[in-house]
Every structure is written in structure tokens, then in C-alpha cells.
């Protein structure tokens, strides 16, 4: 299958700083990646819809202004997690379908973020 | 409103055993239902799909079961091993939309 590779797999940052996750289709070109986030023993949440060249679509609840998206290629999709705090502490996952229409989606290996 | 809704939680299954596990839509308009894999401390791995076209599909030793009327769909894994014990979540989609996951279901398979 497509191969999705997500950048750092885990980091630790002091309240208050930043922190950037980078997510890279790597054999396809995706117009559209998703962001997700997910706490220990729960589901994951759908963050926000990433769209190549364009502001991304952010889900009900989500601070646009604290959780940055830029996807400025086909191939990367970066979400900034700006002026973190401890109860950003999670584990991110991005995710790319292939091109088309009802076609796979395959996800990033996920980055566990922990902020003290 | 939960679009997507998965049971049971959790799972104990013995070596060999069926496991089995069901999720329920609401959103007649998705087309794509997928089921993935988890691991602790992994992204999930799409594990097999199914669109409403087909009522079953079968890879190896997983099935998907699909009942459009009912809006159901489910997870068959067959000759259950302990390398099978993982989280699974269904998810649903609608013309390449972004995924709606169930809750999960932890599964354990006793050896």
C-alpha cells in the first residue's frame, strides 16, 4: 500500500513553545490530507481537512489559531502546534487518501506529543 | 452526534475463536467503510474495506459483512491469533471526505 510518513514519532516541549509535525505521502501525491487527534484508549478525532494551496477546514471545537496547518506541496502537510500547553499532550496522526474518488486512505505512524 | 457507532468495546476471543464486531451508520450517504488496526503507539493500518455495492468481502482470514438496508456492517476475523489482539475501529466516508471512526474495540485473543 501508499506509504504516509509522519515526522518526529514522538517529542517532548516545555509549555509555552511550539512544536511542528510533519506529515509526507511518499509514493503519491495527495490534494488532501487529514489531521486527527487522539487521547489514550479513545477514538480518533478528526482535526482538520488539509487541501494543497489552500487554508485548511478546521472541525467544530478546534482553535484554528493554536493548531497551524500548511499543506504548500503534495506531498507535505505540516500541522504547528503553537504556545503548547500540558493539555495538548496527545498523539497526532495524519492521514492521505489517494487520488480519486472512494479510494484508500492510509495513515502516518502517528507522533505522540507530551508537553510539561 | 455519533455517525458511526462500534461494539462491543472490548473483546476477549480464545486461540482459533471468531471475533466478531459490528458497527452501525447513520449517514446514508457514505460510500466507503473501512476497517483499521491499531497497535499501541501506531497509526492505524487499513486492514479491508467494503462499498455498498457488495454485501461481503473477504481477505485471507478478516470478512466484512455488509447489510445496507440495516445500515450495518461488520468485522469477521476468523481462526482468531494472539497477534490479532489490537484496537479496531470502523470508519465510514462519503466521497473522499474524511473518515468517521467508531469508538474502537480492544481485542484480546487468548492463547
Known amino acids: 500500500g501508499a506509504v504516509v510518513s509522519q515526522h518526529p514519532s514522538w517529542v517532548i516541549c516545555k509549555s509555552g513553545t511550539s512544536v511542528k509535525i510533519e506529515c509526507r505521502s511518499l509514493d503519491f501525491q495527495a490534494t488532501t490530507m487529514f489531521w486527527y487527534r487522539q487521547f489514550p484508549k479513545q477514538s480518533l478525532m478528526l482535526m482538520a481537512t488539509s487541501n494543497e494551496g489552500s487554508k485548511a477546514t478546521y472541525e467544530q471545537g478546534v482553535e484554528k489559531d493554536k493548531f497551524l496547518i500548511n499543506h504548500a506541496s503534495l506531498t507535505l502537510s505540516t500541522l504547528t502546534v503553537t504556545s503548547a500547553h500540558p493539555e495538548d499532550s496527545s498523539f497526532y496522526i495524519c492521514?492521505?487518501?489517494?487520488?480519486?474518488?472512494?479510494?484508500?486512505?492510509?495513515f502516518g505512524q502517528g507522533t505522540r506529543l507530551t508537553v510539561v | 452526534q455519533q455517525q458511526v457507532k462500534q461494539s462491543p468495546q472490548s473483546l476477549i476471543v480464545q486461540k482459533g475463536g471468531i471475533s466478531i464486531i459490528n458497527c452501525a451508520y447513520e449517514?446514508?450517504?457514505?460510500?466507503?467503510f473501512p476497517w483499521y488496526q491499531q497497535f499501541p503507539g501506531k497509526g492505524p493500518a487499513l486492514l479491508i474495506a467494503?462499498?455498498?455495492?457488495?454485501s461481503e468481502k473477504k481477505e485471507g482470514r478478516f470478512t466484512i459483512s455488509f447489510n445496507k438496508s440495516a445500515k450495518q456492517f461488520s468485522l469477521h476475523i476468523m481462526d482468531s491469533q494472539p497477534g490479532d489482539s489490537a484496537t479496531y475501529f470502523c470508519a465510514a466516508t462519503q466521497a473522499g471526505t474524511a473518515l468517521i471512526f467508531g469508538k474502537g474495540t480492544t481485542l484480546s485473543v487468548s492463547s
Open positions: 467494503i462499498r455498498p455495492d457488495v
Open positions: 449517514n446514508t450517504a457514505f460510500d466507503y
Open positions: 492521514s492521505a487518501r489517494l487520488p480519486g474518488v472512494n479510494t484508500e486512505a492510509f
